[in-house]
């Protein structure tokens, strides 16, 4: 199984609502990541948690907080965005070994009004 | 620091055309490298991988060869598909060490009938 899953798949919120988004992996990795993408740009990386302690974080507005309750669960609370965070939000986990490749989640699609 | 270089697109082909999307990288050592498509609306699919020189990541038609000597990456398909539109991110990881992945801006790809 090499399956990531986020959820929700599309989020619309408005500045002052607060929500969560939800990743989840079950391939046992230990290294999970945060990225926020625009349209046909690459990814931009958020947060990384590895063994379940904040391992980077890329001077993320403190509006984003992410949290890793357990090593198969990643979440990001959203509080008092502002419209241009909209955009594609990616979760991904990353093997261990070999290649040490990242399996991506299908994203969650938000929208700030 | 590390970092990818990526051929700037879009690039337009028709059907049963061949591909070819350039990737040259910097790193320290012997990085990990990745090509990684994302169709419209998902996440990011890893599409190949290869973790020393002259390695050849093969999938679905498209092949990679990591040369160090040329320190390249570039992807290649035989006979492209309408199928095969999508974006194109080429990325890299140092082995062993480091959590943070390095992506190219990425190719966008449209395969006209």
């Known amino acids: 199984d090499t399956e990531v899953t986020q959820t929700p798949k599309h989020l619309v919120m408005g500045m002052t609502n607060k929500k969560s988004l939800k990743c989840e992996q079950h391939?046992?990795?230990?290294?999970m990541y945060w990225y926020k993408q625009k349209a046909k740009k690459p990814p931009e990386l958020m947060f990384v948690?590895?063994?379940?302690?904040?391992?980077i974080n890329e001077s993320v507005p403190s509006r984003f907080s992410p949290e890793c309750p357990n090593s198969s669960l990643l979440n990001l609370h959203l509080h008092a965005l502002q419209p241009e965070d909209s955009a594609l939000y990616l979760c991904?986990?990353?093997?261990?070994?070999?290649?040490?490749?990242?399996?991506f989640g299908p994203g969650t699609r938000l929208t700030v009004l | 620091g590390d970092s990818v270089t990526q051929m700037e697109g879009p690039v337009t082909l028709s059907e049963e055309a061949f591909l070819t999307i350039n990737c040259t990288y910097t790193?320290?050592?012997?990085?990990?490298l990745f090509w990684y498509v994302q169709y419209p609306g998902e996440g990011l699919q890893l599409l190949l991988k290869?973790?020393?020189?002259?390695d050849k990541g093969s999938n679905k038609g498209f092949e990679a060869t990591y040369r160090k000597e040329t320190t390249s990456f570039h992807l290649e398909k035989g006979s492209v598909q309408v199928s095969d539109s999508a974006v194109y991110f080429c990325?890299?990881?140092?082995?062993?060490?480091?959590?943070?992945?390095?992506f190219g801006t990425g190719t966008s790809l449209t395969v006209i009938p």
């Open positions: 991904a986990s990353r093997a261990s070994g070999g290649a040490r490749e990242q399996f």
């Open positions: 391939m046992g990795h230990r290294a």
């Open positions: 948690y590895s063994y379940e302690k904040l391992s």
């Open positions: 790193a320290t050592g012997y990085p990990s």
């Open positions: 290869a973790t020393k020189a002259d």
């Open positions: 990325a890299l990881i140092r082995t062993n060490t480091g959590n943070q992945f390095y």
